[in-house]
């Protein structure tokens, strides 16, 4: 298959149909830091979509800021079912607004309390009230609007690796590196 993105698709598909995790749309998501360290946590995967990987949440969360400081993103997926990784690296930009209301729209409405009432990330010196007042939202049975400070980012690759496991350790190892507007495939050495 000469096409990253629809090998993505198969593999998510096959990995979606056997896997027994509560959220098999989790995807590493590395950024620099704002300290030059890398900086890791998990978000899931919105989407594909127009040949790019949509993540969402808080723009002024650590993730957000660090990615409006310097674009240069990576996604790491590892699928247990399958036996298989795949690993991007990309550029990240942010989503329409209009595109981010409607992923918001879709979450739950505690996902959506939360969203309003916590400072990602940010020292709380009363958790409990901070949990409190996120219950408190969502008891009082209203339509939950998207904050402005609420977004997304799609993730335009540049450079696709597939990896799939085997147990002689000889894993066959693709990459994919989007060069003079065409994807070219290279075999690696496991």
Same mark, same amino acid.
């Given at each position: 298959?000469?096409? #990253?993105?629809?090998? %993505?698709?198969?593999?998510?598909? =096959? =990995?979606?149909?056997?896997?027994?995790?509560?959220? #098999?749309?989790?995807?590493?998501?590395?950024?620099?830091?704002? @300290?030059? %360290?890398?900086? !890791?946590?998990?978000?899931?995967?919105?989407?594909?979509?127009? @040949?790019?990987?949509?993540?969402?949440? #808080?723009?002024?969360?650590?993730?957000?800021?660090?990615?409006?400081?310097?674009?240069?993103?990576?996604?790491? %997926?590892?699928?247990?079912?399958?036996?298989?990784?795949?690993?991007?690296?990309?550029?990240?930009?942010?989503?329409? +607004?209009?595109? !981010?209301?409607?992923?918001?729209?879709?979450?739950?409405?505690?996902?959506? !309390?939360?969203?309003?009432?916590?400072?990602?990330?940010?020292?709380?010196?009363?958790?409990?009230?901070? =949990?409190? =007042?996120?219950? @408190?939202?969502?008891?009082?049975?209203?339509?939950?609007?998207?904050?402005?400070?609420?977004?997304?980012?799609?993730?335009? #690759?540049?450079?696709?690796?597939?990896? +799939?496991?085997? +147990?002689?350790?000889?894993?066959?190892?693709?990459?994919?590196?989007? +060069?003079?507007?065409?994807?070219?495939?290279?075999?690696?050495?496991?």
């Amino acid at each position: 298959m000469n096409n #990253p993105i629809a090998l %993505f698709q198969k593999w998510f598909n =096959e =990995e979606s149909a056997l896997s027994e995790v509560n959220i #098999p749309t989790a995807v590493c998501l590395s950024t620099l830091g704002l @300290d030059g %360290f890398p900086n !890791a946590r998990f978000v899931s995967l919105k989407e594909v979509r127009n @040949d790019s990987f949509v993540v969402t949440g #808080p723009l002024q969360s650590r993730k957000g800021i660090e990615i409006e400081a310097d674009n240069k993103v990576a996604l790491t %997926f590892w699928w247990t079912g399958t036996g298989r990784q795949v690993r991007i690296q990309g550029e990240a930009n942010k989503i329409p +607004e209009s595109l !981010a209301t409607v992923y918001f729209d879709a979450r739950n409405e505690h996902s959506k !309390a939360v969203s309003v009432i916590s400072e990602q990330g940010q020292v709380t010196n009363n958790i409990i009230a901070l =949990e409190q =007042e996120m219950l @408190d939202k969502v008891a009082e049975n209203q339509t939950i609007p998207k904050p402005k400070s609420w977004g997304g980012f799609a993730i335009k #690759p540049f450079r696709i690796e597939f990896m +799939e496991f085997k +147990e002689t350790r000889f894993h066959d190892r693709k990459c994919f590196l989007f +060069e003079n507007g065409k994807w070219v495939i290279h075999q690696l050495q496991p």
